[in-house]
């Protein structure tokens, strides 16, 4: 039985990470978060200690790592908002933990170098949630796309991501580009790794629009043109599914077929934790062209609307 600390565990994502330390049969420690809003570890370990200054929480694991009876944390898990990642998982790794972390891993691609430079010199290792790569929807398609390398043109692929918010989110971190690293970053770097762990090398990247609520642009891989669409505005989701009262809406087409990958979300942080306990998790060298990805779009200038772009900014 491995023991796990949890850095944010009053957010939206911390609940899988609690599921998923319980279902690969192991227990959480401690938790620590500003917020006291956590009654949520009482289904799942209520014994924890819990707190709600980071000083109390890193006396606390200091503790545990000098006691003599095998009571130092064996996992951090890292569930706090995007821009804190870098230093919560220096912090595990210096308190002699491994990490698991979140998506996104960091905000920019230069915090992997400092985070594998703290690796080599604790020994400890960054694992990170990429949880679409044990999807088996995605498996079934990089396998089908790695058999098929004899194709003489390349996978034209349409992303469509719509994940409504209300007014919250810009009041949130969320909201701040500074914190949360902006639409891309915060709901769809997760999908920009599928693409590169799917079609390979990333070869171009172009931004056609960026705002507060929405990005898009169009992607060249090694083995796919991907025309991509993000936002968290009602607005985008398509008239018929409006009317059935519908606030996402997500699809991703490959050649003008629809990849049904809606269903098995549930325990893929399940899939992920038993990964990173057998030893075969997704490190920081595996984050770094979907981190430099969103990094770009963040900062590059916009494209005209010429060429391939996504069918939704005829709007």
């Known amino acids: 039985m491995k023991k796990f600390a949890l ?4 957010g939206y994502i ?26 949520i570890i009482d289904s799942h370990f209520p014994d924890a200690h819990f707190f709600t200054e980071f000083e109390r929480f890193d006396r606390h694991i200091d503790k545990l ?18 821009y804190l990642h870098d230093s919560h998982m220096r912090f595990a790794l210096r308190s002699g933990a491994d990490a698991i972390c979140e998506k996104p891993l960091v905000l920019n691609s230069w915090n992997i170098d400092g985070l594998l430079d703290i690796e080599r010199d604790t020994g400890k290792k960054v694992n990170t949630i990429l949880q679409l790569r044990v999807h ?39 909201g701040d580009e500074k914190k949360s690293g902006g639409i891309a970053t915060n709901i769809g770097v997760h999908f920009f790794d599928m693409l590169h762990f799917i079609f390979g090398d990333l070869q171009k990247n172009t931004v056609h629009t960026r705002t507060d609520s929405k990005a898009a642009g169009f992607l060249e891989y090694e083995n ?17 599914a409006q009317e059935k009262g519908m606030r996402t809406f997500r699809s991703i087409t490959v050649d003008g077929e629809e990849i049904e990958f809606s269903g098995g979300f549930t325990d893929l942080h399940t899939r992920s934790y038993e990964e990173i306990l057998a ?3 997704f490190g920081l060298e595996e984050n770094r062209t979907a981190i430099s990805t ?20 005829q709007k």
């Not at 330390?21 to 956590?38: E, F, H, R, Y």
């Not at 009876?69 to 890292?78: C, H, L, P, R, T």
């Not at 993000?230 to 607005?235: A, M, N, R, T």
């Open 7 to 10: 850095i944010g565990a009053s």
């Open 14 to 39: 911390a609940p899988r990470h609690m599921q998923a330390i319980k279902a690969t049969g192991n227990v959480l420690v401690a938790a620590v978060d500003p917020n006291d809003s956590v009654g």
């Open 65 to 82: 790592s000098r006691a003599k009876n095998g009571e130092a944390v064996d996992y951090m898990s890292i569930c706090s908002p995007n």
């Open 136 to 174: 088996p929807a995605i498996i079934e398609l990089r396998e089908k796309v790695l058999k098929n390398k004899d194709k003489k043109t390349k996978y034209d692929v349409d992303l469509t991501y719509i994940t409504s918010r209300g007014n919250w989110y810009h009041q949130s971190w969320k």
């Open 224 to 240: 796919a043109r991907v025309r991509w669409f993000l936002s968290i505005d009602v607005e985008d989701v398509p008239q018929a």
């Open 279 to 281: 030893g075969r998790g």
């Open 294 to 313: 969103v990094q770009f779009i963040r900062t590059a200038d916009l494209a005209t609307l010429q060429g391939d772009y996504h069918p939704f900014l």
